[in-house]
C-alpha cells in the first residue's frame, strides 16, 4: 500500500457513529502585570503535578512539556500557552466537570505563585501595543526553533502566531467518508459566523501593527498572513472528488518545515511528505506500522488549516473564551451538525456558497464590519449568527439548550464578570 494510501486509509479508520464532541482550550497564564509564566517554571510545575496524578508525563527534547490522565491531556504551545485537551463526550456536563477538576488543580498553584488564567484571543499586552512580539520568549524546543525561522519569510504574523495566540478548538466524529465531506463543506461555510461569535479581544478597536480597516478577528488575520500553504481552509474542500484520497494528497503536499522521527527533530524547510519520501530520508518500505502511522500524524500536524482532517474534524477558528462560552460553542455545534434535519438544510441554503474564495470573502467582510457585515445572498451575519442560534437550539435538549446560551455571552459587547470562575 502506498503512503496516499495509507494517509487515506487513517483517515478513513476515524469512522465512527458516535457523536461525541472534544474540546480544547489554550490559556495564557500570567501575572497582574499581564507577563506571562516562564517556561522552565511552568515546565516544572508540569512534571510535579503530573507525578502527583500518577498521569504520563509528556516530554519533548527532554523537556516535561505535559500530561495526561485518561480523562484530558496538558500541553504547552510556543511560548508557555497551557493548554487542555479534554477526550471526546456526548453530553456537555462531562465536558464541564473535568475543566474545572484541571482548574480546581492548578489555579491555586498559579496563585500561590502570582499569576492567572487568562483566556483571550491574543495576549492583552501584544493585542494593546504595550510589548510586541518579539518581547516574548519561545519554550527551547527545537521545534519551535524551525518555525519560527520559517515563518518569518512565509508571511507577516508568524511571531505574533507563535507568541501571542490563543484558541479554542472543537472536534466531531464523521460516520462516513460521505458524511465527512458535508459535515465538512457546511462548517467551512459557516465559519466565518463562528469566527465573529466567538471573537474574544482586550480592546474592540485595537488592529494589527499597519492594519487600520480590521478591528475583528485579530486571531484570525495573523493567521491567514502566516503561510498560504499551510493556513486558511482545506485546499480542493469544495471540489466534486473531494474526499479521503483527496485530503491524504493534500496532508502529502504540505511543507512540514521540521520531521519529528523516532524522537529525533530535523529542519526540512520546504520540503513536504513526498520529497522526502522520494530522496530517501523516509524508508516507507521498510518502516514498521506504528512508526508510520506517527509519521503520518506528524504530516497531519503541519498543516494549520482552519480545519484538520485526522480521525475528525478539528474545528480550530475560535479564540480562546473562558468555559462558559465554550461550552456554548460546543453546544452550538452539536446542535447544528448532529442534526440530520439541520446539517442537511444549513447544506442546502449554503449551496449558493460554491467555492473557497467566497468564504474568504465573508471573512474578510467580517475582519472590517464584524456583525455588521453583509455577506452569504446578501445578509448580515447577525442575521446568519441569529438563525444558526436558532437551528441549534431546535435540536438541542433542555440541559444543552442551557449551556448553548453562554456562545452569546459576548455578542453586544457586553462584559463578562469573572469570567474564569468556577460557579459555586
Not at 14 to 35: A, K, P, Q
Request: glycine share 6%.
Amino acid at each position: 500500500m502506498s503512503y496516499i494510501n495509507e494517509i487515506s486509509e487513517y483517515i478513513r479508520s476515524g469512522e465512527s457513529n458516535d457523536r461525541n464532541l472534544g474540546l480544547e482550550i489554550e490559556h495564557f497564564i500570567v501575572n497582574d502585570e499581564g507577563y506571562q509564566i516562564g517556561f522552565h517554571e511552568i515546565s516544572e510545575l508540569i512534571d510535579k503535578v503530573g507525578r502527583e496524578l500518577g498521569a504520563e508525563i509528556i516530554y519533548i527534547d527532554h523537556f516535561p512539556v505535559g500530561y495526561y490522565t485518561g480523562e484530558y491531556s496538558t500541553s504547552l504551545e510556543p511560548s508557555c500557552q497551557f493548554e487542555i485537551s479534554i477526550n471526546p463526550y456526548s453530553d456537555l456536563s462531562t465536558i464541564e466537570s473535568i475543566y474545572w477538576e484541571f482548574r480546581s488543580i492548578w489555579d491555586p498553584i498559579f496563585e500561590e505563585r502570582g499569576y492567572h488564567f487568562e483566556t483571550k484571543g491574543n495576549l492583552p499586552l501584544v493585542e494593546t501595543q504595550v510589548i510586541t512580539p518579539d518581547d516574548i520568549p519561545l519554550s527551547p524546543k527545537k521545534r519551535y526553533k524551525y518555525m519560527d525561522a520559517y515563518f518569518r519569510k512565509s508571511g507577516r504574523y508568524g511571531k505574533y502566531m507563535m507568541r501571542a495566540s490563543a484558541s479554542a478548538q472543537v472536534s466531531i466524529d464523521y460516520k462516513s467518508e460521505e458524511d465527512m465531506i458535508r459535515k465538512l463543506r457546511v462548517l467551512e461555510k459557516i465559519s466565518p459566523l463562528f469566527m465573529i461569535m466567538l471573537e474574544n479581544k482586550t480592546d474592540e478597536s485595537s488592529t494589527l501593527p499597519g492594519v487600520t480597516d480590521k478591528p475583528h478577528l485579530f486571531r484570525i488575520q495573523e493567521w491567514d498572513d502566516l503561510d498560504p500553504d499551510r493556513t486558511g481552509f482545506v485546499p480542493h474542500s469544495l471540489d466534486p472528488d473531494f474526499g479521503y484520497d483527496k485530503m491524504a494528497d493534500v496532508i502529502s503536499r504540505t511543507p512540514l518545515i521540521l520531521l519529528t522521527d523516532e524522537g529525533n527533530t530535523i529542519d526540512v524547510g520546504s520540503l513536504n511528505a513526498r520529497d522526502l519520501l522520494k530522496s530517501g530520508t523516509i524508508d516507507w518500505d521498510n518502516t514498521d506500522a506504528e512508526r508510520r502511522k506517527k509519521l503520518i500524524e506528524h504530516f497531519m500536524s503541519m498543516g494549520f488549516f482552519h480545519f484538520r482532517i485526522k480521525k475528525y474534524i478539528e474545528i480550530r477558528v475560535a479564540d480562546s473564551v473562558p468555559l462558559e462560552r465554550a461550552l456554548g460553542y460546543v453546544a452550538l455545534i452539536k446542535g447544528l451538525i448532529y442534526s440530520d434535519k439541520n446539517i442537511r438544510l444549513l447544506d442546502e441554503i449554503l449551496s449558493i456558497v460554491t467555492d473557497l474564495d467566497s468564504i474568504q470573502n465573508a471573512v474578510e467582510e467580517i475582519e472590517k464590519n464584524g456583525f455588521d457585515a453583509i455577506i452569504y445572498n446578501g445578509r448580515s451575519a447577525l442575521e446568519w449568527s441569529e438563525q444558526l442560534y436558532n437551528l441549534a437550539e431546535s435540536a438541542l435538549d433542555a440541559e444543552d439548550k442551557e449551556y448553548l446560551k453562554g456562545v452569546r455571552t459576548f455578542w453586544n459587547n457586553s462584559k463578562q464578570e469573572n469570567p474564569n470562575k468556577q460557579p459555586a
